[in-house]
């Protein structure tokens, strides 16, 4: 008689533990053969709240690392996903991605992790700088994190267009609160998997499964939340610019409209840029003088 | 624990008595000895394509351990011809080394790096065991540092196009480096991480003295599988170092160590179109002024010329200390001093450990001999030493004149030279008064000052209100006769790449 296996209960990691929405609504998950596969939560606006706290405490202690720990850490999360690799590709698959695909976008996350791991300690010495001011002053440019970032994650590419919308907030010391993919939230669970098993402290990365236009809203209002980023559609920018006004949000996304090439070079965008995207730029003067 | 207790300062009656911490003198410290395996073996052979090879001569020298002057292990002694194999080895490898996408050459860098993490305390009891320092030093300084030098141009692989924006950077070639024995891995990974990072392939010569760790290095490179060739060790003494440095492949050689040696290298490449970078000799000022947190800058000043015995082309050699306080900081300073440990470098509460070899004994011995015979005051702690090794106490001389040659060679040893000075523009010519310029000291409150002192240092690095500090993001390296070229950061980065 063949064994039943055990099926899991998706459940998304939020401040380093795993949750079901505070509202207890789930939505099914087909495979893509149309079979039932989970129930998915359905993450709310006071989930997005929820995780907005976690992640602002989470915050400081993750922008106050050395760069160099927060390089370490990044590189860690890659060792957590290469030998998880046949878990990732069976997530991918499931929202009809083919084996060869799905192979191919797990190598190109690991590698764009690896390549974010990288400009922990680097971004600083290309985007700050010395400034020769005119005056008997010392005078340096050095860049600060945000803070809290939303990030709506794209619906293709599930697992590389997320990591490629959460790296560079994370690279630049911020934490991310992240709607996952809706037409394939799955690869966001495994990933939430191997991120409490790496080295990242919990809050850092908060990844929700539910509605964009259930959670948008809130994404646009929160005032805690600095910056948006990620992609979305027409309508929704418009939202979270609008929404965005009252505090001031840096709103840093990519439109569902244009063709998104994830695995080109570093992703849609220059990685420094990106991680330029969500910092901010404080100067300093101070006199020079015995 | 420190106990307190209050004398009277006859010598400054206006000057209100200060408590002094008094510590180690109410039992003597059990002996604390690191015990991990360093995992030696007896003989070591030339690491070349990727093989650990005999040297053609057949010849091996003894490294020994300078705590015993016994010898531990046999080393390779490489020919010219060895040389020349490691330099085909190198031009065989470099072709597909260039080509590899940055990525992919980065990820070598990062196995290289944790793998060195991953062997961290065997490497560090090897370091100490073979040259002499404290245990303490190569488990929390050396072996780290080295990892992190890995780690941070790992990343700099695939991003070399932000680095110099408006140009293309292209590897050199076949680099042939000489590294000293005051930091052997440390050295090494200053080295290597940025010219294979850079698609550089590297034929690299430790110090005849310390080529153990640099031989452990060639296990993990071996064990990241990096390609054959790209990285290549041979060992020897000044003969190998000249066919290193002579060889016609190399496009670029790169040396630190003495700046006599960094002169003859100028001299025997020049003409030859071979780029060349030189970390060399210092004689460093560490400045104390009247506000200077005094004893912090105490400690500084310990830790700038003791550090590793003082064999530190940085060590904060020439204290500068300002009149009105001189007094008080030399009383703090031999205070602190009469409690450093000296002795076994393996025990994890030594301070000063073993000199690395008897010729470098015998040249601190003379230097210091000079220095009483010139007329300065000398003071040096009631410590016993062990009484087989090579050791040395550690030394203050007072009284010092520009002219003595305790202030103006480099001792390399522990060994502190203390002048005074009135005014800034006096410390500023009196720090600057030296052939050399690698690195100063500056202790003061006023930050203004620290950048005054800064704009006029004629050195390559600065440190205020702190010594010896190192990053592998902060370039290091020295104006003057202490050479040129930067290592680390992307100046360091810019030393490995031709720019077209």
Redesign the interface.
Known sequence: MPRLPISKTPKCYVGGKFIRSESARTFPLNDATGEFFAHMPQCTRKDVRNAVEVAAKAGGGWAGRS??NR??IL?RLAEMLEPRTAELVNALTLGGATVAEAKKEVAATI?RI??Y??????FE??LGNVNPVALPH?NFTVTESMGVIGVVAPDEAPLLGLLTCILPAVTAGNSVVVITSETAPYPAIALGEMLATSDLPGGVVNLLSGFRKEMVPTFATHEHIRGIGGVVNAADRKALEIGGAESMKRVKVFNTADAIDWYAGEGPKAS?YAIADFLEYKTTW????? | MPTAAHKKSKSSPRRRSEPELIFGDLWEFDPAPESADPKLQARYRLFIGGKFVAPKSGKYFPSFNPATAKPIAEIAMASPADVDAAYQAAAKAAPAWANLPG?ER??YL?RIARLLQDRAREFAVAETLDGGKPIKESRDFDVPVAA?HF??H??????LA??FPGATPQPHGVVGQVIPWNFPLLMLAWKIAPAIATGNTVVLKPAETTSITALKFAEIVQEAGVPPGVINIVTGAGVTGAAVVNHPTAAKVAFTGSTDVGKLIMRSTAGTGKKLTLELGGKAANIVFEDAPLDQAVEGIVNGIFFNQGHVCCAGSRLLVQESIAEAVLKRLRNRVEVLRVGNPMDKNTDIGAINSKEQLDKIAGLVKAGQAEGAEMFQPKCKLPREGWFFKPTLFSGVEQSHRIVREEIFGPVLSILTFRT??EAVEKANNTAYGLSAGVWTEK???I???S?ELKAGVIWANTYNKFD??SPFGGYKESGFGREG??QGLADYVKLT
Do not use: C, E, N
């Not at chain 1, 101070?286 to 015995?290: I, L, Y």
């Not at chain 2, 790992?154 to 991003?159: E, Q, R, S």
């Open positions: 760069a160099y390089g370490q590189y590698d690896v390549h791991a990288g400009w922990t300690d680097k010495q290309i010392f420094l101070h006199p020079v003088g015995a | 990525a980065g990820k990062y992190a780690f941070y790992a990343g700099w692989a695939d991003k932000y680095a800034v523009s930050g203004s000052r950048l005054k002192m704009t592998p993001t950061g992307k």
